[in-house]
């Protein structure tokens, strides 16, 4: 599976988008992206998934380039709630056929 | 749906005891890991399951043994406890396929906290 780079922290204020890069610069052509995050110690919750095509659901957006080899989380209007750990992570189906391992990810701070 | 369950939340071990962490879901998801967590780390795959029956090694399985005798249920045992297992320790699940709507996103446990003295 391909591995993935993230900036070990960030700093955004409230209201405003906070942007998360990830490079995936050797993601083959069936692997997806996916992104999680962790608040505090509680078990990591997913946030958004994507093949080729930008997504979005209620959560956040995801941008990715056109030669998959970078996406961008976008977290539209930050809170307070938002300050968690971000990871990226690359997966390929049939998913568990993977050593699947995180990062250590992108610690977000949302500045009031 | 109860999701994915795992106990015991805390946990206190002597140095060379053995203990279970249990971990059940109730979503049919063939695809079963556990991971650790270290302060400041990111999460360290120590075992997973693609089904019943198939167990294969992470990135760090010393010291761990797993087994899935059932899609619900895929227990990590700790065959003699040692300081530096202090960990969080969190297990996962998913579907193997993105079809049919299903996302492939892993659903994990709220973690169990483990102390070896």
């Known amino acids: 599976d391909a591995k993935t780079t993230q900036p070990p922290s960030m700093d955004c204020a409230e209201g405003r988008a906070a942007n998360l890069p990830c490079n995936h610069s050797t993601i083959s052509g069936n692997e997806y992206v996916y992104w999680y995050r962790q608040i505090h110690s509680q078990g990591p919750q997913y946030i958004i998934h994507g093949l080729k095509n930008n997504e979005t659901n209620e959560m956040a957006s995801l941008i990715i380039t056109e030669d998959r080899k970078s996406s961008t989380l976008i977290l539209p209007h930050a809170t307070l709630r938002d300050t968690a750990v971000y990871y990226c992570?690359?997966?390929?189906?049939?998913?568990?056929?993977?050593?699947?391992?995180f990062g250590t990810g992108t610690r977000l701070t949302i500045i009031p | 749906n109860a999701g994915v369950t795992q106990t015991p939340k805390f946990q206190v071990l002597k140095t060379g005891q053995s203990m279970t962490l249990q971990c059940a879901q109730d979503m049919n998801h063939e695809y079963m890991s556990w991971y650790r967590q270290d302060p400041g780390m990111g999460l360290r795959l120590i075992h997973y399951?693609?089904?019943?029956?198939?167990?294969d090694q992470g990135e760090v399985p010393n010291g761990y043994n797993v087994s899935r005798s059932t899609t619900e249920d895929f227990p990590l045992r700790l065959l003699s406890a040692a300081p530096s297992q202090t960990s969080v320790y969190f297990c996962?699940?998913?579907?193997?396929?993105?079809?049919?709507?299903?996302?492939?996103?892993?659903?994990f446990g709220e973690g169990s906290r483990l102390t070896v003295l």
């Open positions: 992570i690359v997966r390929v189906p049939p998913f568990g056929n993977e050593k699947l391992t």
């Open positions: 996962a699940s998913s579907y193997s396929w993105v079809t049919g709507g299903r996302t492939g996103e892993l659903f």
């Open positions: 399951s693609v089904g019943a029956g198939i167990t």
